[in-house]
Structure formats: C-alpha cells, structure tokens
C-alpha cells in the first residue's frame, strides 16, 4: 500500500558518542517537526539524553549498538518515515543547529512552488569560510550537505536509498549527483540558515582551511570522493575534478598543517586503492 503522505514533516538525527551540544541542537529544531527519528550508531546508548529532552511523544529512539555508519542510519530514519505516511523528512547531524525561522522557511518554499521535482531543500551552511548567505534568495545547487536538508521521500523511492557502502563520507553528495542525473533538482534557500560545526577547522594563510579529520575519516572522505569520480565523470566531469583537486589540496594541507601526517597520509593511499578496487 502506497502511504498518502498526511503529515507535515519529519526529522532524522544520527548520534555517534555525542557531548552535551547535541541536546541544545536538537531543541533548535524539535518543537518545527512532527516526529524525531534518534538513530543512535553509538555502543554505548544515550537513553538519559534523550530522557532530557523531555518530549517522548515526539522522540523515536532506535539504538543500534555499533557503528553501522551513516548511510544505513539515514536510511532506517527515511524508511521509518515513509511507513508513517510523512513525505518530507529533516535530515539532521548531530553537531548542527538552525536559527530562528529557518525551518519555517524551507517549508514555505515546499508549499510555495512546485517541488514534484525537487529532490532536496537545503539550508544555507555557516563555516569558517562564509559566515554571509548570498543575497539571491534561492538557487539550484548541484550537491548540498545531509544536515539542514529535507529530503522528498517520494524521489527517495524512485532514485533509491543512500549507499551502505560509502559509510560516511560523500554519501550526500552521492545521492544528489544521481537525483540531479536522474532529473530532479536541488535547491538551496539562502535565508534559511544552519551552523554546522565540520571538523576542527583552522584558517592559515590565503583563506586556507584544514579541517584535521583523523585518519579513518581520511580513508572515507578519499575513497568516496574518488568513487563518486568514478561513477560520475561522464555526467558530471567539472565537478569530479573538482573533487580530484580536493583530495590533492588535503594531502598539501596535511603536509603543511596537520599532526599525524605519515597515519593521515597513509590513510588516502589506502582510500586510492580501495576506491580503485571498488572495495
């Protein structure tokens, strides 16, 4: 049976050895969503976390007990929501928070235009590097980040789900390089606004930002930025070479910058050739 989609909207967060932040961000946007989806990647579970929050009607809590990466965990959330009957969902990580309005925004704009092919509704991302959203109010983008999206649930089940094997990394940019593929657009509204905490950003000279991700995330972040080239050259060549110039830009970033250089290093050799080997 096709679900016929009555409510308003959703929201998904992934949890993986939160601190205290998380709680403060999940209440910047708990009180705009119908139904909070907590998929918990953690060993440990995070019950009295969630006990804080104080809004157990609202809260779903699916602990997994191992880190079964973000990919599937998105997943289960997107799943869960469309055997509910929603047909928007908030895609959330744990170490983001919006301002004020801004959710109110992204659903205007949903209820405001035509979005049979809109496959994502992204907010405007704050980081070290632009603080400042452009002054044009909304605009088509090729790939956004999960975090701040609404993703439409119907497209979702016609392009399918995000890739298990990617585990973390990349894994958004994956889905909206095959939803723009496959026809759908994805749109950035500019006056929305999310802080996104990405990594121990540092800004040295010339506006250079390194991000000192460890070495595991330094595998992932290679291995499926050069999956993506792989999969997607044809389609869309300047952004895989964008992202060719990404990878050789952190190992520069690394040598000048970064602690753990040889591990970290290591790491991106070992994400070429599994990227290579397509394992």
């Keep these: 049976m ?13 949890l993986f050895n939160p601190d205290r932040d998380v709680e403060a961000n999940i209440l910047s946007y708990l009180g705009e969503i119908d139904i909070l989806y ?9 019950r009295s976390l969630i006990d804080s929050l104080n809004c157990p009607a609202k809260i779903r809590y699916i602990p997994r007990s ?6 599937k965990a998105l997943n289960v959330g997107a799943e869960s929501a469309i055997k509910d009957g929603f047909r928007w969902l908030l895609t959330m ?17 949903i209820e405001q235009n035509d979005v049979q092919k809109t496959a994502i509704v992204a907010p405007f991302h704050t980081n070290v590097q632009s603080e400042t959203p452009p002054l044009l109010e909304e605009e088509l983008k090729l790939t956004v980040i999960t975090s701040g999206s609404l993703m439409n649930l119907q497209v979702y089940q016609e392009i399918g789900p995000f890739l298990n094997k990617l585990f973390i990394d990349s894994i958004d940019h994956e889905y909206c390089l095959r939803a723009v593929k496959s026809g759908y657009q994805v ?16 800004v040295h000279f010339r506006g250079m930002v390194s991000t000192h991700h460890n070495p595991t995330r330094r595998y992932y972040i290679t291995r499926n930025r050069l ?24 190992f520069i970033k690394i040598i ?24």
């Design 227 to 250: 999956y993506i080239v792989k999969s997607f050259a044809k389609d869309f060549p300047g952004y895989c070479f964008f992202l060719f110039k990404e990878n050789l830009k952190d």
């Design 66 to 71: 191992s880190n079964t990466g973000l990919a």
């Design 93 to 109: 990580d744990q170490d983001s928070r919006f301002r004020s309005d801004s959710i109110k925004l992204l659903l205007d704009y």
């Design 2 to 14: 096709e679900p016929d989609f009555n409510h308003k909207l959703a929201g998904v967060v992934v």
């Design 256 to 279: 000048l910058f970064e602690e753990q250089k040889f591990k970290k290093i290591t790491a991106m050799g070992r994400g070429l050739i599994d990227s290579w080997r397509m394992k």
């Design 38 to 46: 907590v998929i918990d990647n953690s060993i440990s579970e995070n």
């Design 187 to 202: 749109v950035r509204v500019n006056k929305a606004v999310l802080d996104h905490n990405l990594g121990d950003q540092k």
